[in-house]
Each structure stands twice: as C-alpha cells, then as structure tokens.
C-alpha cells in the first residue's frame, strides 16, 4: 500500500502559495489538496475553479479537488477543464451518487468519496468497488483549526475491513485535526492518504513535510 500526504492549500499562505507547493512537493508530497466549499453544503465559502485552473501545469503534483458543494454533479467538467485529477464528492450532497461517480469516470478523473462524522462507514459499502478512494472526515466539514474526533478511527478500522473483505484496491484518506502527534493513529487503523493543513502550512512547510514524510515512509 502506498502512503500519500495531501497538503491542504486551505492553510496556506496565498501571497507564496507558488513557492509553499514547491516546499511541499520537493519534500515528498505527491498530492496537493484542495478544499472547496460553497456556502450550501458546508457554512463555509472558500476557492473554486479558478485557483485550480490558475496553477495547472506549476506542479507535477496530483491534483486533489475535495468538492464540499451540494450537488456536485453540476461542476465536475469544469474541474477536469481545471485540471484536477481526483474529484472527491460528498455522500450527503449527492442526489443521486452513482450518476455523479459516473460523470467523474466519464471525465477520465479518479473518484472519491467522502462521508461526514455522523454518517455510518455501512452507508457506503455498496459503493466501494466503484471508488478509487473513500475520504473519512475526522472533523465536522467546512472550517479548519478543529480537533480530530476520536471516534474516527474506529470507522476508519471498518472500512478497511470492508474493502479487504471485497478484495478491492481502494485508497482511504483522513481529513481534519491530523498533526504528526496523532497521525500514527490514524495510520494505524487503516489510512493510507493524509491531509494536513495547518500542520504543514503553519511555520516552515518544507520541514513540516519532511516530518510526516518520514512517518509516512516507516509504513511503506
């Protein structure tokens, strides 16, 4: 199993965001995240297309686009045109989910999924041979800054189960209150992707990198 670290550009610092993605990248980071959230969904507003758009092609880094939007569906074609390339869609915004995994596919993007803290890992068994990664939310979506909730790991331990169970090859990442003081745990019990926001972007990124890169690393 591969492990990944998915810095969040939600905890970074625009006015260097160009030399902050090459600190991340240059240390070990293959993914970059993007957190986008649209004011229906999450109470939150943050970035869409445009910041995506704005630095294809700066990076060789994998494209993460976390879609916090109600009814995704409506804005996956323009996040391929964006350039991303894994489109991550929420459970609960979704009217109809398989239609918005089959638009994804269409695009020629990776599919995830994401489920909030109150939402039972058993919601979405049926669901994991048609997903390239399942995203379990250890805070509750749309702010940053908030403390892991414990339970989380308890559904990130099921879901492993379950995609042992099928025999499927599906990654699981961990969003919210990860820092390299609990990001064993969460690794533990079955994570493979991790994003971090604050925790890489707050202080020096290259250093904070190379930090849980090197946890990362130990598990490979």
């Known amino acids: 199993m591969k492990y990944i670290l998915a810095p969040s550009i939600l905890a970074a610092d625009f006015k260097t965001l160009g030399?902050?993605?090459?600190?991340?990248?240059e240390n070990g980071a293959e993914y970059l995240h993007f957190d986008v959230m649209d004011g229906m969904f999450v109470p939150s507003i943050s970035f869409g297309m445009p910041v995506l758009k704005s630095?294809?092609?700066?990076?060789?880094?994998?494209?993460?686009?976390?879609?916090?939007?109600?009814e995704p569906i409506r804005y996956i074609e323009d996040f391929k045109k964006a350039g991303a390339d894994i489109v991550t869609i929420h459970l609960e915004a979704c009217e109809?989910?398989?239609?918005?995994?089959?638009?994804?596919?269409?695009?020629?993007?990776?599919?995830?999924?994401?489920?909030?803290?109150?939402?039972?890992?058993?919601?979405?068994?049926?669901?994991?041979?048609?997903?390239?990664?399942?995203?379990?939310?250890?805070v509750h979506p749309g702010f940053g800054g908030q403390k892991f909730i414990p339970e989380s790991l308890e559904?990130?331990?099921?879901?492993?189960?379950?995609?042992?169970?099928?025999?499927?090859?599906?990654?699981?990442?961990?969003?919210?209150?990860?820092?390299l003081s609990n990001v064993k745990e969460v690794?533990?019990?079955?994570?493979?992707?991790?994003?971090?926001?604050?925790?890489?972007?707050?202080?020096?990124?290259?250093?904070?990198?190379?930090?849980?890169?090197?946890?990362?690393?130990?598990?490979e």
Request: aromatic content about 4%; some cysteine; glycine content about 6%.
């Open 55 to 70: 630095i294809q092609g700066a990076t060789s880094q994998v494209m993460d686009a976390h879609l916090m939007v109600h």
């Open 96 to 138: 109809d989910v398989r239609e918005t995994i089959a638009k994804i596919r269409e695009c020629g993007m990776k599919v995830g999924l994401s489920i909030c803290p109150e939402t039972p890992a058993e919601k979405i068994e049926h669901l994991l041979a048609d997903i390239d990664m399942l995203l379990v939310m250890s």
């Open 187 to 219: 690794l533990d019990a079955g994570a493979n992707v991790i994003v971090a926001g604050s925790a890489v972007f707050n202080g020096d990124p290259a250093e904070n990198t190379r930090a849980f890169m090197e946890i990362l690393n130990a598990y």
């Open 155 to 179: 559904k990130i331990q099921k879901i492993r189960k379950m995609i042992e169970e099928q025999k499927l090859n599906v990654d699981i990442q961990v969003d919210g209150g990860i820092y």
């Open 19 to 25: 030399s902050q993605m090459e600190q991340t990248a």
